[in-house]
């Protein structure tokens, strides 16, 4: 994808992600199909870029996976897991418990990814909304017991893969607005006749998120360009702790109306929890990154981009 083709498909998707309707409905009146049939690393990677800059909520990542998983017939919702909420099988039963990021359609089913396995579970009336900390993530907590039928092996590592690329891309757009809100407030604000900005702290502070956002860019493409669940995991590991570092940088800059609804970092703050905790937050998954590399005792081969 062409600069001038990339600006111009931001510019469609920024548009879209500030109107009112459901994003996933809207992107098929672009013609995403065909956008991501062209390049698909460099569509979905722009698109959850620019929902993560917008601090916007929808079911975008719910394709991604089923696109993994297929082939799926009939309407389904993904089970994602979230923080400590995981899916498991023990003996027949596999016991769902996870969040899902739409209100399934009448009929819909539930797709649920445990391991390398895909099981598809017909939806029930046991959703519940997520409230407290973010009411606008659109959470739903799933959780329910069903026979265990596999229905699409080994594609569960691929689509888990596939959904921590887009996470990461989309913490990185999250961290890049904070740190841009950040900026304006050090730049605008005066104390003692100066800007905020003039004094050694804050920018440090700022500097450091801005480094780190910049690694964590860098490993993002690495793992868009090899596919692998390895660079996968790492991506979204080390996007989602340059994202918690900015957060705390952004929030120490901008003081305590940070933290206020009022004010657009508390959303964008907020909201970064929610993608981190998506499918592995990031210090459970630098341990257990930490863990197969002792075990395996040698660095996977990486990719040049």
Known sequence: ??????????????????????????????GWAEV?????????ELLFTEQGRAGAASGALDRIVVDAVAPVSGPVVVVHSFGSATSTVIGERLNVDGVALAEPEPGACYVVLVGDAVFTVPVDDSAAEVRGFDPASRLRRVRLSANAFQDHTDNGIAATAAARRALASEL???GRAMLGIAVDQVTQRRQFGRPIGANQTPRHRLADAYVQLSAATELVQIAWASGTPWDATVAKAYAGQAVETTARACLQVCGAMGLTAEHPLGNYVKRARTLDALHGGWHHAMRALGEGLLTARAIPQGVRV
């Open 36 to 44: 991501v049939s062209d390049d698909p690393a460099a569509a979905i």
């Open 1 to 30: 994808m062409d600069a001038d083709t990339r600006e111009l498909l931001a510019g469609s998707i920024r548009e879209l992600l500030r109107s009112p309707g459901e994003v996933v409905s809207g992107l098929d009146e672009l």
């Open 172 to 174: 990185i757009g999250n």
